[in-house]
């Protein structure tokens, strides 16, 4: 396999050593058992962060029969969890960029499990609102340190496709969320709520543990940290379970950091504060301004739809759960359409994100004016077809759009939002 070597070399013996980026050693590793090793790693985090998502909208009317509270003291619940989403973003990143991405992300996904496992047996209102602050702590952490750590393992032409294929994960798990909570709610009408929050917190344990035993550090965090020996250590593990020998690009008797091509915009990458006034920075500046209001209208849209569908359902005298569930699972063929037109030249991520929002906003307007309750099922399934699958597109015009050197404090930013 060729890769690019820079022109500059270092002398060694009387002779010359090429110099790569982490990058061109990455390509030259390649795409093999450790990067599937990674996908299922982060998979299954993005799976027990998709069990979560129809949490507040499936048992919001349980809590409030429960407890006799009204949907707007109910409404407190995801708008207060956002404020604790935020600061847990900005800490577990703050750890992230400091400490490495292992404990970080293994602590934030146990955070999620624990709150979740612990609010199914709150005695009452306020004490269920406190624990999900603790669980929603460590939601941010999923996006925030999962969606990089897996960019930071992969060959740079197999990220597309590889991204594109994460994104079914979390689809499936908020499918078989909503297809609990179908079957547990209604069966079991006193504690069926708590029984089903409690069974949606176990896969985030799973995923706990599966990054404790994936106990492998992003070589280009420790790379940025000069933890050089270390990271070819990682590097070594990576070429041998892919079948490469490491010593065939990177000779073992020369340092690393000799053979090693600094970052290009020179910018010290333990401090957030660069990275962060990078993206308003002039060459990017218009770009994230147009992103940011295209991520936050998608965003608002499909969560408010999420939270507030099961309470209109009730209101038109329609099941709840069932179309509910059913609703959500037409994101799947939603997912499959975008993996084709996003690869079609002609049609790309752009031309892809403009026709879904189109019939997203089609299906909405048919949603509020029809009256017919067939007309509503399927316009709720259409408006997932089109809007749900728009949001991992999001993610991947996102890392696309933003250089290596920022990539990860711009999804920390655009996660914030």
Same mark, same amino acid.
């Given at each position: ?162 991204? !594109? &294929? *994460? $994104?079914? =994960? ?6 078989? #969320? ?6 547990? %709610? @209604? ?123 099961? !309470? &209109? *359902? $009730?209101? =038109? ?6 179309? #509910? ?6 994101? %799947? @063929? ?84």
């Amino acid at each position: 396999m060729s890769v690019q070597k820079d022109e500059e070399r270092a002398p060694l013996l009387g002779g010359t050593v090429p110099r790569f980026k982490v990058d061109e050693i990455l390509n030259f590793i390649g795409f093999g058992p450790f990067q599937v090793a990674a996908y299922v790693m982060v998979g299954l985090t993005y799976m027990a962060f998709g069990f979560e998502a129809l949490l507040f909208a499936l048992i919001s009317l349980k809590v409030q029969e429960e407890w006799s509270i009204s949907a707007v003291q109910y409404a407190n619940l995801p708008a207060l969890t956002c404020i604790f989403n935020i600061l847990g973003g900005v800490v577990l990143s703050y750890l992230s960029d400091h400490y490495g991405r292992v404990w970080p992300y293994a602590v934030s996904v146990a955070m999620i499990g624990v709150g979740g496992l612990a609010s199914a047996f709150a005695p009452d209102y306020t004490t269920f609102l406190l624990i999900r602050f603790f669980a929603s702590f460590g939601v941010m952490g999923v996006p925030i340190l999962a969606y990089p750590v897996l960019i930071e393992f992969l060959p740079v032409r197999n990220r597309g496709r590889v991204l !594109a &294929l *994460l $994104t079914l =994960l979390p689809a499936l798990a908020v499918c078989a #969320s909503g297809g609990l909570g179908w079957w547990l %709610i @209604p069966t079991y009408p006193v504690h069926g709520w708590r029984y089903f929050t409690a069974a949606i917190a176990f896969p985030s344990f799973v995923a706990a543990a599966g990054r404790i035993l994936f106990f492998y550090e992003s070589p280009r965090f420790l790379v940025s940290q000069g933890k050089f020996t270390q990271a070819r250590g990682v590097l070594v593990a990576m070429a041998r379970m892919n079948g490469k020998r490491l010593g065939d690009l990177l000779p073992e008797r020369v340092p690393l950091q000799d053979m090693i091509i600094p970052d290009s915009d020179g910018t010290d990458r333990g401090s957030s504060l660069p990275k962060l006034l990078t993206i308003f920075s002039r060459p990017y500046i218009r770009r994230t301004l147009c992103l940011s209001v295209v991520y936050v209208c998608l965003t608002a849209g499909y969560y408010c739809t999420t939270v507030f569908l099961p !309470a &209109l *359902l $009730t209101q =038109l005298n329609l099941n709840p759960y069932f179309t #509910s569930f059913i609703s959500i699972l037409g994101q %799947i @063929p939603g997912i499959f359409l975008i993996s084709i037109l996003t690869e079609w030249p002609c049609v790309g991520r752009l031309h892809t994100l403009r026709l879904m929002t189109f019939f997203t906003v089609v299906f909405f307007l048919l949603f509020a004016f029809v009256r017919n309750n067939v007309s509503i099922s399927v316009s709720g399934i259409m408006i997932y077809f089109f809007m749900a699958p728009m949001l991992p597109l999001m993610y991947t015009i996102l890392s696309e759009s933003y250089p290596t050197e920022i990539r990860a404090q711009a999804l920390n930013f655009f996660n914030t939002l």
